[in-house]
């Protein structure tokens, strides 16, 4: 009896499958919306991905209803509907049992649930039709069913058409949305930060990129020297060369006087030695650079960083809590965080935000970049008291 049967074409299976999958999908973003969630919200579908568990209670409500409605949908038209889903119908293709029976709510249960076993391994067990006789797939095998076609008639081309149209417009929806979420954490305000804290240099007009390139000579200069500081005359050395250093970049800003990587950087000359400035005009020169770009968080942790400098730990405390609110993964912030509340011997707080800034900087150490950072952290650690405040 076996012999009578015309097997189904891996293709035929194929573009079957792809007019149900898109039908399943459908019904799951019906779900979705019925749910009150958006069923566009890709980002979220990728972080559960990523995190291996739904995100919330009802992202977990949602997917165990389309997972159970889309059972019951294939159950429902494989047992009721002569072994046909819509796109099996679509294709004239059905499944039976091997010996020729309709199949039953069992042996359909079985063969639903071997589809794990057909895709555990790259989906080789789908594949497997290509090269089996009876063009079975491993399911097929372990449920002891076929896929033949169900009747003389061959699909339309149009038929044909749509069942090729809509894995490229499955691929084109979800493959276009993995690459803007791909973009979007990339553009993560830290990144944003650090690439504007790069281009304001390269869009430097000629006279103060003049001095610009000047002060950075300098600053290569005083770094040298500062390697032997403890030798005579070096510190007068490192002081002259720093107060030529805030004269070109006081220059630079005249010509260009909103560019607040040059306001930063001169707020970098006053924590060095001179005779030109003090660790309050570095404040203030940081202060200007964090006005012109508020939201750049390079410019909020340098601000940060010099009222720490000045002993202004509360007033610190607010400015690293803005980065923090802009981004939970910056452990300049988290550690500038633990210094202020170590200072005021809040500890339980500064424990906490030392920790935050230690498990930062370890996730982000891929080339061991941040060693000396993760031993600072570690040594703060270390060095705070037990208990409470």
Same mark, same amino acid.
């Given at each position: 009896?076996?012999?009578e049967f015309k097997y189904a074409s891996f293709w035929r299976r194929l573009f079957a499958s792809s007019i149900d999958s898109f039908i399943l999908m459908a019904i799951g973003m019906g779900i979705s919306s019925a749910l009150g ?12 991905? !990523? ?43 059905? *499944? ?66 749509l069942a090729c149209l809509l894995p490229i417009l499955f691929i084109v929806i979800y493959g276009g949305a993995i690459f803007l979420i791909g973009i979007k954490k990339l553009e993560t305000p830290t990144n944003v930060a650090l ?28 770094? !040298? @020297? ?87 730990? !509360?007033?610190?405390? @607010? ?17 500038? @965080?633990?210094?202020?509340? !170590? ?14 800034? @230690?498990?930062?900087? *370890? ?27």
């Amino acid at each position: 009896m076996d012999k009578e049967f015309k097997y189904a074409s891996f293709w035929r299976r194929l573009f079957a499958s792809s007019i149900d999958s898109f039908i399943l999908m459908a019904i799951g973003m019906g779900i979705s919306s019925a749910l009150g969630r958006d069923p566009f919200n890709f980002k979220e579908i990728f972080e559960t991905i !990523e995190a291996g568990t739904p995100v919330n209670t009802l992202t977990t409500l949602d997917y165990a209803l389309t997972l159970f409605i889309s059972a019951f949908f294939i159950l429902f038209f494989w047992v009721k509907h002569n072994g046909q889903t819509p796109g099996k119908k679509a294709l004239h293709i059905k *499944i039976i049992k091997e010996d020729g029976s309709a199949l039953d709510g069992g042996t359909a249960i079985i063969r639903y649930l071997s589809y794990f076993v057909s895709s555990i391994a790259l989906f080789l067990g789908c594949i497997w039709v290509i090269f089996d006789k009876r063009k079975q797939a491993w399911h097929d095998k372990i449920a002891k069913t076929l896929v033949i076609e169900a009747d003389n008639q061959k699909p339309s081309k149009a038929i044909y058409a749509l069942a090729c149209l809509l894995p490229i417009l499955f691929i084109v929806i979800y493959g276009g949305a993995i690459f803007l979420i791909g973009i979007k954490k990339l553009e993560t305000p830290t990144n944003v930060a650090l690439r504007k804290y790069t281009t304001a240099v390269k869009e430097m007009s000629p006279e103060a990129k003049k001095h610009w390139d000047r002060s950075q000579e300098l600053f290569s200069q005083m770094r !040298e @020297l500062q390697k032997r500081e403890n030798e005579p005359g070096v510190v007068d050395q490192i002081k002259k060369l720093n107060d030529e250093n805030i004269a070109e970049l006081k220059k630079a800003i005249e010509a260009e006087p909103d560019n607040a990587r040059i306001w930063a950087e001169l707020g970098a000359a006053y924590t060095w030695i001179s005779s030109k400035g003090s660790l309050e005009d570095s404040y203030l020169a940081y202060k200007k650079a964090a006005d012109l770009e508020p939201n750049n968080v390079v410019y909020n942790n340098f601000l940060g960083d010099s009222l720490i400098s000045l002993g202004k730990y !509360e007033e610190a405390i @607010l400015v690293y809590q803005k980065t923090i609110r802009q981004t939970d993964k910056n452990g300049y912030a988290f550690q500038g @965080l633990g210094i202020a509340y !170590e200072n005021l011997k809040v500890y339980d707080e500064a424990r906490k935000y030392y920790q935050k800034a @230690l498990d930062t900087f *370890i996730s982000e150490n891929k080339e061991g970049e941040f060693d000396k950072k993760i031993l600072e952290i570690q040594k703060a650690l270390a060095r705070l008291p037990k208990g409470g405040i």
